[in-house]
């Protein structure tokens, strides 16, 4: 059996690809290149929208855009990622509303829409996009696109927002709105905040109360570690209406126990809060299902503070139970996993890993293992065969190693 690998990225081919694609493109040369990582969260899924913590950390695979202004309002996207129908898009920026511009377009066009919105003004321009995040894959190619096109816009317009962690947390929400607004996608600002403020060797601790961010440590190789991402290749989207309900189900959960947010219900006292929704509840489904919410957001939380101090006291390994758990939650009460996501994990964890869990938001997309260094490959296999016994698709591999933000190359 085949272990299929991403290749490793590598800055010089990237902004070497995305400039002769801008030139076939464009027919001139770009004024810069940006770029910005995909993400992997390590815990602290589907809690952002509820005010909670989180823990991604950025990925050396990146989303390049290449862009040159225009004198004129025009906005031209390509991408180099899809081939043919439906690669490119154009249209005027002050032209740019909610619904107005189809699929991945909107992730683009939405960027100069919420900066103008928030009065900043920036000019048209010819983007093209290219770079090494996987699509589809749960590692927040979208919020790579965004944020990328957002340091390229925050440059060539001289905002100056780049050069500082407030400024790029005015970036990250910009985006945000771009993707809620104009993409479609109701979600909640974890991805964007990733892409443009992690460090490398660390991951970033994100209070989504305030989107305030610490740096933790997180030596992956300095303890002997890896951690290894499996696509699936099980189609993940955003847009279809199953990440929105669970939003959705979370709100009413809030509303029915008087807190605007889940973050506000302390684990101590969630088996009280449970028995509130109980009670409000109109029937015993829907009892359930704001239940099995609330358990899964309150605990979350918890599990991201002790991952937190684990990593801060260099206790790397101690974390494997977390990240089942965090798995379990996710499939169990929260249901956004999938059977490949839950074949992933139970291959990974019988051929030895730490700890795994689905990352992102699930219904398709990755799953990550922690694995002893020497390990990877014999795991990555067992995963290999899993899916095949199974007459699935292969799984495509890459170890995450946590790197920097994205910035300008050049
Ligand atoms: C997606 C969203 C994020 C977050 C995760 C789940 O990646 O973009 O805002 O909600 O799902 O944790």
């Known amino acids: 059996m085949t272990v299929h690998w991403y290749p490793l990225p590598s800055r010089d081919d990237a902004t070497g690809a995305a400039t002769a694609a801008f030139r076939a493109a464009f027919g001139r040369?770009?004024?810069?290149?940006?770029?910005?990582?995909?993400?992997?969260?390590?815990?602290?899924?589907?809690?952002?929208?509820?005010?909670?913590?989180?823990?991604?950390?950025?990925?050396?695979?990146?989303?390049?855009?290449a862009i040159a202004t225009r004198d004129d309002d025009l906005l031209r996207l390509r991408s180099a990622q899809l081939d043919g129908s439906g690669d490119t898009w154009e249209g005027r920026i002050g032209e740019i509303r909610p619904g107005s511009v189809p699929g991945w377009a909107g992730y683009g066009a939405g960027v100069p829409w919420a900066l103008r919105a928030d009065g900043f003004d920036v000019p048209g321009a010819d983007v093209l996009v290219d770079g090494s995040v996987p699509l589809g894959a749960g590692l927040s190619s979208s919020a790579a696109l965004e944020c990328a096109l957002a340091l390229a816009l925050d440059d060539v317009a001289g905002l100056g927002l780049a050069t500082s962690d407030a400024g790029r947390a005015r970036l990250a929400a910009a985006c945000v709105r771009a993707e809620n607004e104009i993409a479609g996608a109701p979600t909640g600002g974890m991805d964007q905040a990733a892409a443009l403020r992690c460090r490398a060797g660390h991951a970033l601790l994100l209070d989504c109360r305030d989107f305030g961010a610490t740096q933790v440590p997180f030596d992956l190789a300095?303890?002997?570690?890896?951690?290894?991402?499996?696509?699936?290749?099980?189609h993940h989207a955003l847009v279809d209406g199953r990440y929105g309900s669970r939003r959705d189900t979370c709100a009413r959960a809030a509303a029915s126990l008087g807190v605007t947010t889940l973050r506000e219900i302390p684990g101590k006292t969630l088996d009280s809060a449970l028995a509130v929704v109980r009670d409000a509840a109109l029937d015993a489904v829907l009892a359930?299902?704001?239940?099995?919410?609330?358990?899964?957001?309150?605990?979350?939380?918890?599990?991201v503070t002790a991952v937190a101090t684990l990593l801060r006291e260099?206790?790397?390994?101690?974390?494997?139970?977390?990240?089942?758990?965090?798995?379990?939650?996710?499939?169990?009460?929260?249901?956004?996993?999938?059977?490949?996501?839950?074949?992933?994990?139970?291959?990974?964890?019988?051929?030895?890993?730490?700890?795994?869990?689905?990352?992102?938001?699930g219904f398709g997309g990755s799953a990550i293992a922690l694995v002893e260094a020497a390990d990877t490959q014999t795991v990555a296999k067992a995963v290999a065969d899993a899916f095949a016994a199974r007459g699935w698709d292969h799984p495509i591999f890459l170890r995450a190693v946590p790197d920097t933000a994205g910035e300008r190359l050049r």
């Open 29 to 65: 040369e770009p004024d810069g290149l940006w770029a910005a990582p995909g993400r992997v969260n390590l815990i602290g899924e589907h809690v952002d929208y509820q005010a909670g913590l989180c823990l991604p950390f950025a990925l050396p695979q990146r989303t390049v855009v």
């Open 222 to 234: 300095g303890a002997g570690l890896e951690l290894l991402v499996t696509d699936t290749r099980a």
């Open 288 to 303: 359930d299902e704001l239940c099995r919410c609330v358990r899964h957001v309150v605990t979350e939380i918890d599990r």
């Open 314 to 361: 260099g206790r790397l390994r101690e974390i494997g139970p977390l990240l089942d758990a965090s798995h379990r939650s996710l499939r169990d009460d929260y249901q956004v996993s999938c059977a490949e996501l839950d074949v992933a994990c139970e291959a990974t964890l019988a051929a030895g890993a730490l700890g795994a869990r689905m990352t992102g938001g």
